[in-house]
């Protein structure tokens, strides 16, 4: 009796614990993976989620999410230009000088009204000499940022800068009050940063998702979405599942690794535009054999683009004759110009190993050489195009033995500290849509662009004349176009090409306008859906 | 004359337990080892090219910047002066603050343990007691179609990669059947227990087959010996050899187990998290690194190397506690 009393009790716990495991099973699968999403709410993969949402760690994809919440004092539109938002009207009293006038009645989300020393306090954040701001360098070259009342800031340069008004419409406006009051705790995710836009920071978790959620006091137009959940996925596995769970609406930007299996997913639709972004080879001239003009003609004549780019890209790149793509240039310039200028720069880069050969023979290694180059772990696509570029290379004798680092490793080698051999592939992405932005950062002597370590002053005053031109000054192109010619003479880089950016969205929604700056827009009002 | 030497009487010292000066003794040794963790990891972190004020300024900052920024966080002080800095915080149990995130490291690995403990806990509760029924289950079916069926899938757990599990996990049940998310943590509660259940899911099944596999052959070895065979011969019941016998004699080595996947758990999430996009202590780590956040990096391991210590020490204890045999020995000994 006892036993079968003691029998009966363990199958009774028995049958308990399995009908609570399958209560829980149950309760856990409850729902669809998607979750109960709101046809209101928005669901995007991206590809970075900031370990802070201060404006001053935010930058390239990282504005999509910030410019929501703290609006810029100028826009940047989809048609290139920029145009007042939290400023009223902006004039210039002289080349050097900007000044803004608030528009009256902007709150921040806690109720608190913008001032000018708002506007003042966001800009020195940036400006100051201690400021970890990744827009730091184009703050640096601002002389004063002066209040008058509560509703005027001028902003003095030290020389005219045409980048200037992209510095601005990037850069979000903070409360000073808050700032003020919790420091450096800002933007973590017990201190979500607050600004006058149309969101607010609802829930973070750095490096990994964010949660926006319609601000109810916004001024404006109400979003089209009450929430836009942004995530991001560390694996290209995962990435895709997400979609195909129907957990997302969508991959902004996304990897141009994964671009195939994007576009073989049913209940997505892509979208391409070009980028302003390019890969290079760069030779660093002031260590040997790279000193040498004709090792670096005799390289650049052994790359073959074409087959590079197929190769590593598909149909998914263009060849860039130069740094700077034709379509930014000849956007500013005279279409013509430009377009000859541009034939120009590609008949220099043409694939023949004979001539190839034939530099190499007039140079100090005329037997060739052996180079280590450093590839990042976190562009796959460097290792692919060194290691293609490599079997050409071999036959006119240089060796390319690829060393694979992750980002810092490579940063130091390549940029900071030039550790490297001095030869190394890499992708510059534009940080401004003029075209002096890549040129700049990239060919102007001691800044980190300058993987190259280039200096000529020819070309150094070409673009330091760039500068003081009016931005609808047609002759800015011209010195530009000169400034690239010798670039190209000296062949201090190789252009490789321009790969495309790429979106994709569920069938029905289009990101109308995507470009390479579309996160510099207020993007989620061109959302569309078909439906 | 012969003078005898008394020696002056003195008060014994009342002496600690074995048990209790065996934990004493690994306390003090595991001391000097956390000790060696803080000065190996302070010492890979500074010696990996680039530092972090590369990863905070980004590409395009100026060398003033990237100096001032250095100069912020002392990075330019000897590493000596850097290390005793660093040694004195965690004196007073501070761990420094994130150069990435501006919070306390505290805070960053409280967050992300969040998200860890309950996937580890849950991973290996599950592993663990599933592993055991499922040894003992085959153990006592050895040759059987169940056994082979066991030991295969086993097999198959044990050769896949934890990333290709997971893949296969997500698949099914996310995109298939649609029944659960795959990437994310969740807004916390239920979404959240709905979030970790394809990661518990994917890691449980990689466990499985090793704790399956060793359970299965310690209670095979027990259910050969002759007291088993004696006690079937007395009649005593299944139930009654497995819970006296079977179960007693392998608690040693299946408490041993348990404390050993728990600490390969401990270092081994950080595939999972990747996988499934959790913001996890493996991701923590994994990005401190990337970022080179030195106090996130050094705090990480050292909580990690904490865990492990611990762990390690709690398995001793239990087998101690268990296993009569263990605490004579240690009487002997003392």
Redesign the interface.
């Known amino acids: 009796m006892m036993h079968g009393t003691w029998m009966n009790s363990r199958r009774a716990k028995a049958l308990a614990a399995a009908m609570t495991l399958v209560a829980m099973l149950a309760?856990?699968?409850s729902?669809?993976?998607?979750?109960d999403k709101d046809k209101n709410d928005l669901s995007l993969?991206v590809p970075l989620t900031p370990?802070?949402w201060?404006t001053r760690?935010t930058?390239s994809t990282l504005l999509a999410g910030q410019l929501l919440v703290n609006e810029p004092l100028m826009a940047y539109q989809q048609n290139g230009s920029i145009v007042p938002n939290l400023a009223e009207q902006v004039s210039r009293p002289s080349a050097t000088a900007y000044e803004y006038t608030l528009r009256p009645g902007v709150k921040f989300s806690d109720g608190t009204p913008l001032t000018a020393e708002d506007v003042k306090f966001s800009y020195e954040l940036h400006s100051a000499?201690?400021?970890?701001?990744?827009?730091?360098?184009?703050w640096?070259r601002v002389k004063s940022i002066e209040t008058s009342g509560d509703d005027k800031v001028t902003i003095t340069l030290m020389a005219p800068d045409p980048q200037f008004q992209y510095t601005i419409a990037k850069t979000g406006i903070v409360s000073k009050a808050y700032y003020d009051k919790n420091g450096?705790?800002v933007?973590?995710?017990?201190v979500p940063n607050i600004g006058t836009g149309p969101y607010a920071f609802s829930?973070f978790?750095?490096?990994?998702?964010t949660?926006l959620v319609a601000s109810p006091g916004y001024r404006g137009k109400q979003p089209p979405y009450a929430k836009i959940t942004m995530?991001?996925?560390?694996?290209d596995?995962?990435r895709v599942?997400?979609l195909?769970?129907?957990?997302?609406d969508g991959v902004l930007n996304a990897p141009l690794s994964q671009i195939d299996s994007f576009e073989k997913l049913d209940g997505f639709s892509g979208q391409e535009a070009p980028d302003l972004a390019y890969y290079r080879v760069n030779f660093d001239m002031k260590k040997a054999p790279f000193d040498d003009v004709h090792v670096r003609r005799a390289i650049t004549h052994a790359i073959d683009r074409k087959a590079l780019a197929e190769g590593v890209f598909g149909n998914r790149a263009e060849l860039a004759p130069t740094m700077v793509p034709e379509s930014i240039m000849a956007a500013v310039g005279d279409a013509a110009e430009v377009k000859k200028a541009y034939e120009g720069f590609a008949a220099g880069l043409t694939f023949d190993l004979d001539a190839a050969r034939a530099e190499l023979k007039q140079s100090n290694s005329p037997d060739g050489f052996e180079v280590e180059v450093p590839v990042t772990q976190g562009d796959p696509n460097q290792s692919l195009i060194v290691q293609t570029m490599a079997q050409d290379l071999a036959k006119i004798g240089i060796t390319l033995n690829v060393k694979s680092?992750?980002?810092?490793?490579?940063?130091?080698?390549v940029?900071?500290?030039h550790?490297a051999d001095g030869l190394s592939v890499d992708s510059w992405n534009g940080?401004t849509p003029d075209p002096i932005n890549i040129p700049r950062?990239t060919l102007t002597p001691?800044?980190?662009?300058n993987a190259s370590q280039y200096d000529n002053s020819r070309v150094n005053a070409l673009l330091a004349d760039y500068q003081k031109k009016d931005t609808d000054d047609p002759s800015r192109v011209t010195m530009l176009l000169q400034a690239l010619a010798i670039t190209a003479e000296d062949a201090a880089v190789v252009p490789l090409f321009t790969p495309k950016v790429y979106a994709f969205l569920a069938d029905g929604m289009t990101l109308k306008g995507f470009d390479t700056f579309w996160y510099m827009t207020r993007w989620i009002d061109n959302i569309t859906t078909s439906s | 004359m012969t003078v005898q030497l008394v020696e002056p009487d003195t008060p014994a010292r009342p002496k600690l337990p074995p048990l209790v000066r065996m934990i004493v003794r690994r306390l003090l040794s595991a001391s000097v080892v956390l000790l060696i963790v803080t000065v190996v990891v302070f010492a890979f972190i500074h010696a990996?090219?680039?530092?972090p004020e590369?990863?905070?300024?980004?590409?395009?900052?100026?060398?003033?910047?990237?100096e001032?920024?250095r100069?912020?966080n002392h990075l330019n002080d000897p590493l000596w002066q850097q290390y005793a800095r660093y040694a004195v915080s965690l004196a007073h149990l501070d761990l420094g603050t994130?150069y990435?995130?501006?919070?306390p490291v505290a805070?960053?690995i409280a967050?992300a343990a969040g998200v860890t403990l309950p996937l580890l806990l849950a991973t290996w509760v599950l592993s663990t007691i599933l592993g055991a029924m499922l040894g003992l289950f085959t153990a006592r079916r050895q040759g059987s179609r169940a056994d082979r069926a066991v030991v295969g899938f086993t097999v198959v757990g044990a050769s896949s990669p934890v990333?290709a599990t997971?893949?296969l996990v997500?698949?099914i049940?996310?995109?298939r059947l649609?029944?659960?998310?795959?990437?994310?943590?969740g807004?916390g509660g239920?979404?959240t227990?709905?979030h970790l259940?394809l990661p518990v899911l994917t890691t449980t099944v990689v466990l499985l087959a090793s704790t399956t596999r060793f359970a299965r052959v310690r209670f095979g070895q027990v259910l050969d010996e002759d007291q088993v065979t004696f006690a079937r011969a007395r009649g005593l019941s299944s139930q009654y050899i497995v819970r006296t016998i079977v179960l007693k004699n392998s608690a040693v080595q299946m408490i041993t187990l348990a404390g050993a996947v728990l600490v390969a758990m401990t270092g081994g999430l950080v595939v999972v998290e990747?996988?499934?996009?959790?913001?996890g202590i493996g991701?923590l780590l994994i990005?401190g690194?990337?970022?080179?956040d030195i106090p996130i990096v050094q705090g990480v391991t050292l909580v990690v190397a904490v865990l492990v210590v611990l762990i390690n020490l709690v398995v001793d204890v239990l087998c101690f506690v268990v296993d009569p045999r263990l605490r004579k020995g240690l009487e002997t000994e003392a």
């Open positions: 309760t856990a699968c729902g669809s993976s998607s979750g993969i370990a802070l201060d760690q930058a000499k201690d400021s970890p701001s990744y827009s730091a360098a184009y640096a450096d705790k933007g973590t995710p017990d829930r978790v750095p490096q990994s998702e949660t995530k991001t996925a560390k694996d596995a995962a599942l997400t195909q769970s129907g957990e997302a680092l992750d980002e810092q490793g490579f940063g130091d080698a940029y900071f500290k550790t940080g950062n001691g800044l980190f662009g | 990996a090219p680039g530092g590369q990863a905070i300024a980004g590409r395009e900052a100026t060398p003033e910047q990237l001032a920024i100069e912020a994130s990435t995130r501006n919070e805070t960053s967050t990333f997971g893949i997500s698949y049940f996310g995109v649609g029944w659960l998310p795959t990437l994310g943590v807004d239920l979404d227990v709905r259940a990747q996988v499934y996009g959790l913001p991701t990005t690194i990337t970022m080179r």
